[in-house]
């Protein structure tokens, strides 16, 4: 008789033992962690950078609008005004940082002006702290430049010839209606705006070119051109050669900054420390391709 013998094989069943799991989870949490603050990292950088990009790309696009006008700004040797600048203190939330906004009045044949009968157009500029929604004083605001294009028909009927170049007081030369409620927004961004203003060069290394104070090209009380008044009428009493543009431009993250007010907590001494450092200058040189005739 046979026995059949069985072999009776035990199976073994490996598994993680607690502190195998313990260990993993930790490293699995240490990497997450790592995981997101380089994502985090990144993203800010990603942040910076663009709203960089965007700041400079808002900056060209005021450069050559005004580089457009300033080229074909019309001038007229007739004792009317063609052109006014003023250079004015920004003030708040700036104030006592020297920050200067031009007011700027001109007229020019704007190659956006509305498609209807004549060309020249009174434009206007202005750098004003103000709400981008309705441009009013309340509620969230920003740095907004303003650009006014009145359409020839109006600039023809009330703000050419004799009496209204003589001074630029009409309304539409106001800066209530250069910012028209907002819906003159241009771009953002620019915490200073200057425009300095040079007469052509007589030869004389000791004559001045650049027109201090404001600029008047003809009309009452003219500082530059054939009719200025000014006591250096002398110096100013060409036309004008070029002038220079300068724009300083800040990113969103500086403008939140100055919009919460906590210079304290970037240790900084004033704001014109703090915007030189994170800030950027862009300058253009534009020539007046007309002389007055």
């Known amino acids: 008789m046979k026995t059949l013998n069985f072999s009776r094989q035990k199976n073994h069943q490996s598994a993680f033992t607690l502190i195998e799991i313990m260990v ?42 005004l580089t457009q006008d300033l080229e074909t700004a019309v001038f007229r040797n007739n004792g009317q005004r063609w052109l006014e600048a003023r250079q004015l203190d920004l003030g708040d939330p700036l104030t006592g940082g020297n920050f ?18 004549g060309d020249i157009c009174g434009i ?49 030369w106001s800066p209530d209606s250069t910012r028209d409620g907002g819906s003159n927004y241009l771009v953002s961004n620019i915490v200073d705006f200057r425009i300095d203003f040079y007469v052509l060069d007589d030869g004389d290394t000791d004559t001045p070119r650049l027109v201090s104070g404001d600029v008047f090209f003809g009309g009452t009380n003219s500082t530059v051109g ?39 907590q970037t240790g900084f001494a004033n704001w014109r420390e703090y915007i030189t450092a994170n800030g950027e200058v862009f300058t253009r040189r534009v020539n007046f391709l007309a002389r007055p005739l």
């Open 24 to 65: 993993a989870t930790v490293v699995m949490i240490v990497l997450t962690g790592l995981v997101i603050q380089i994502t985090s990292e990144v993203l800010k950088v990603w942040n910076r950078s663009s709203g960089k990009l965007s700041a400079n790309a808002e900056a060209r696009i005021a450069m050559d609008l």
């Open 100 to 117: 200067k906004t031009t007011q700027l009045r001109l007229f020019s044949p704007a190659l956006d002006r509305p498609d209807e009968p």
């Open 124 to 172: 206007s500029y202005l750098l004003d702290y103000r709400n981008p929604i309705d441009g009013g004083v309340d509620g969230d605001r920003t740095f907004v430049l303003y650009r006014h294009l009145v359409d020839p028909k109006t600039s023809f009927d009330n703000l050419m010839g004799e009496p209204q170049q003589n001074t630029f007081d009409n309304t539409e």
């Open 226 to 264: 054939t009719s200025a008044t000014s006591p250096a009428q002398a110096q100013f009493a060409k036309p004008l050669a070029y002038a220079e543009i300068t724009l300083t431009v800040i990113s969103d993250e500086a403008l939140r900054v100055i919009q919460n007010d906590v210079l304290a």
